[in-house]
């Protein structure tokens, strides 16, 4: 890979591109390395022959959001790392809500609000953002992306940005095809409901109550783990004797076990050893097999 290839996505003109750029600070979880190249993406029109031009120079990418899903390891991430969190675009049409990919969810929800819609009340708590939620098909409280996605908005490398009915995006729990694809979420098209908006809105305070009452308030990449069918990850890592269990900073979360705390200056080689520690744990005495829900980007050492 020649090392010019930062200049020259500089030169496409889709935002500032950064050198070596530490990226724990861009994730909720707080560790991690840093980004061979981080560009900070404020065109999305440009993304496309951004895209366009990684792959003819043989750069790989990847797309960061608000980083709550994502754990980063310790060393330096070759290739490029797009951060969408400037496209906070937001429109309503009818019942129909359009926003960008680096809309909070929660931002989502006043914006709807504010526009006499509702249904989205259940996503209040998950501090992720919308390119994220399509991604991984971002569920809570007995929602899921997929009952109010109509579309998603994608920029590709073959040169085009299109929107892509739900119906062609694979969603099921905790996944889409866009997780085996190239391809950015940069808008997301959202059907609500004409609704009783005080009635709303104090349905958000209490997902938000819940949240703060039952999962931990410091640095964390959210739920570790997808839960087994019918069962509870959290409680399944519990009975395995693993909540408090501690290795450096990284703790198994005392108040829900299927989060993992930095609770100063954890290194990420720590946060997954007490990840393959739960797994284990958990395998040897459920027959389970639990499978990560964090994303893991693996950096050169």
């Not at 440009?46 to 990847?62: E, N, S």
């Not at 991984?136 to 009952?147: K, L, R, V």
């Not at 709303?200 to 570790?224: D, F, I, W, Y």
């Not at 990420?268 to 005495?285: N, Y």
Request: glycine share 14%; proline share 3%.
């Amino acid at each position: 890979m020649s090392v010019g290839w930062i200049d020259a996505i500089d030169e496409v003109g889709a935002g500032r591109v950064l050198a070596d750029e530490p990226l724990a600070g861009r994730t909720t979880l707080r560790v991690g390395g840093r980004a061979e190249g981080l560009l900070v993406l404020d065109d999305r029109e440009r993304l496309p022959a951004v895209l366009m031009a990684c792959r003819r120079m043989g750069v790989p990418w990847r797309f960061l959001g608000a980083g709550s899903n994502v754990l980063v390891t310790d060393g330096r991430l070759s290739g490029l790392t797009i951060a969408t969190g400037q496209l906070r675009d937001l429109a309503v049409s009818g019942e129909v809500v359009s926003a960008g990919a680096g809309v909070m969810l929660l931002s989502l929800i006043g914006f709807a609000h504010r526009a006499g819609l509702t249904g989205m009340e259940w996503a209040a708590g998950i501090p992720g953002t919308v390119g994220g939620g399509v991604v991984m098909n971002a569920g809570a409280q007995g929602g899921e992306i997929s009952d109010h996605l109509l579309a998603a908005e994608l920029a590709s490398a073959d040169g085009q940005i299109r929107w892509v009915p739900v119906q062609d995006l694979g969603l099921r729990y905790r996944h889409s095809r866009l997780q085996e694809t190239d391809d950015a979420v940069v808008a997301g098209r959202f059907r609500l409901d004409r609704g009783d908006v005080a009635t709303a809105e104090a349905r958000l305070r209490t997902v938000l109550a819940h949240r703060r009452a039952t999962q931990p308030q410091g640095k964390n990449a959210g739920s570790m783990f997808k839960n087994p069918p019918g069962q509870s990850a959290g409680q399944l890592i519990e009975m395995a004797g693993g909540k408090g269990r501690r290795l450096g900073d990284a703790e198994i979360s005392t108040v829900h076990a299927n989060f993992i705390l930095n609770l100063g200056q954890a290194r990420a080689t720590d946060v997954l050893a007490l990840a393959d520690w739960a797994k284990g744990e958990v395998a040897a005495a459920f027959a389970q097999e639990l499978e990560l829900e964090v994303r893991v980007w693996h950096a050169d050492a």
